[in-house]
């Protein structure tokens, strides 16, 4: 009973995290998905962890735990590529067809137990319980641990990894918020299906080693991995409340109409702050800190960089990185770095992230400049 209370009282963290996304003022349709999945996260546990109050009175009840968990490893992945998509849309054309092995889940459950009597279901539902499966629920239950949840995770995975290629040739470095927040919730995600495998599936079902705790100690690690991100997206991230981002997305939002006399000003005031204190020296430095500096508004220094100039705030940076390059290698007190050297001192954390921001501000590589402007190639460097 103290377990099934302490499950309880942690997996409602969901349902506040959730809550709190409901009511952010700038909900973006990643934010509705993700309160979703907390939501849904909430619900399997209490079907489970009241499991034996429930089939009193709704005997298939605690089953639906079972076939939910098709649709929560959908949202998971769903709600990933809605935060690394700038302009995300449902589509049932693209997407209704993720929603075939749910569906598929529920026809097997309903077709098996909705025509029983209450008694009959009530019977099976308890041997479920007690892990003397039928062979319908096994399809089920095989299906969700060893089919649509590794998959998802797979798919997601794939995502991620796809998002960290497009910084390292977009950004001017990767520990992007929105990135960090998502591959943590990965992990959370990857811990907790490795959780019920070890605990569940092998630990009750296959071996009866857990019999009694198996499921429970599952429900723990997801509980304290909910735990884990809510603190983490609280105090480091604007995941559960409305705050200015950091990038270029999260902006907008908030953006408001600026005067052109005053976008004037503004635009004026940064060339100068970036010529003489060169922030851009320091490689992670972001919109809000420079913000900070100039004492501009976020929003209107975000609104300045992307109209006036064109620019996103990280090709700006790098704008002026390029340019530092190209100043350092006539510099004689640096004669002894190499190229990859003056990147660093010129704001530069990644190779990768300097040969290709370097090559769509110029069309050449940085090794091709060089060498046309020294007039002679330079031997040992080649960073194309």
């Known amino acids: 009973m103290f377990i099934q209370i302490l499950i309880t009282v942690g997996i409602s963290q969901a349902l506040v995290l959730s809550?709190?996304?409901s009511l952010k003022k700038n909900r973006k349709t990643a934010d509705i998905i993700l309160a979703l999945e907390l939501s849904l996260m909430f619900v399997i546990a209490i079907l489970y962890c009241y499991s034996n109050e429930l089939m009193q009175f709704f005997p298939t009840l605690p089953i639906h735990a079972y076939v939910l968990g098709y649709l929560g490893a959908f949202l998971f992945y769903l709600y990933v590529r809605a935060k690394l998509e700038n302009r995300f849309e449902w589509d049932w054309k693209k997407f209704g067809v993720h929603l075939l092995p749910f569906a598929l889940a529920y026809v097997v459950l309903a077709v098996n137990m909705y025509a029983l009597p209450a008694a009959e279901k009530l019977v099976i539902c308890k041997g479920i319980m007690m892990n003397d499966h039928p062979l319908w629920f096994d399809a089920i239950y095989y299906g969700l641990f060893f089919g649509v949840f590794p998959y998802y995770l797979f798919k997601?995975?794939?995502l991620l990894r796809q998002h960290d290629e497009y910084i390292l040739t977009k950004f001017s470095y990767i520990e992007d918020v929105r990135l960090e927040w998502l591959n943590r919730f990965f992990w959370v995600e990857l811990a907790a299906w490795s959780a019920f495998v070890l605990f569940e599936v092998m630990g009750n079902y296959w071996f009866s080693l857990l019999p009694t705790t198996g499921m429970q100690m599952s429900f723990m690690v997801l509980m304290l991995g909910i735990f884990y991100l809510g603190i983490y997206g609280l105090r480091e991230h604007s995941v559960f409340v409305d705050a200015p981002l950091e990038t270029e997305e999260g902006i907008a939002a908030v953006t408001a109409g600026l005067p052109q006399e005053k976008a004037d000003i503004y635009l004026e005031k940064i060339r100068q702050f970036m010529l003489q204190e060169k922030p851009y020296l320091e490689p992670k430095?972001?919109?809000a800190e420079l913000s900070h500096r100039t004492e501009i508004p976020i929003?209107?220094?975000s609104r300045v960089i992307n109209?006036?100039?064109g620019l996103n705030f990280f090709d700006f940076i790098n704008s002026y990185r390029v340019e530092e390059?190209?100043?350092l290698i006539?510099?004689?007190?640096l004669e002894h770095f190499t190229l990859l050297g003056l990147a660093f001192e010129a704001g530069f954390n990644s190779k990768s992230t300097f040969n290709a921001i370097f090559k769509k501000f110029t069309q050449q590589t940085p090794s091709e400049y060089?060498?046309?402007m020294r007039q002679f190639p330079i031997a040992g460097q080649n960073l194309s």
């Open 156 to 158: 997601t995975y794939q």
């Open 325 to 327: 390059f190209k100043q």
């Open 285 to 287: 430095i972001t919109i």
């Open 299 to 301: 929003n209107h220094l």
């Open 307 to 309: 109209d006036q100039l």
């Open 19 to 21: 809550l709190l996304l």
């Open 330 to 333: 006539f510099d004689n007190r």
């Open 370 to 372: 060089v060498r046309q």
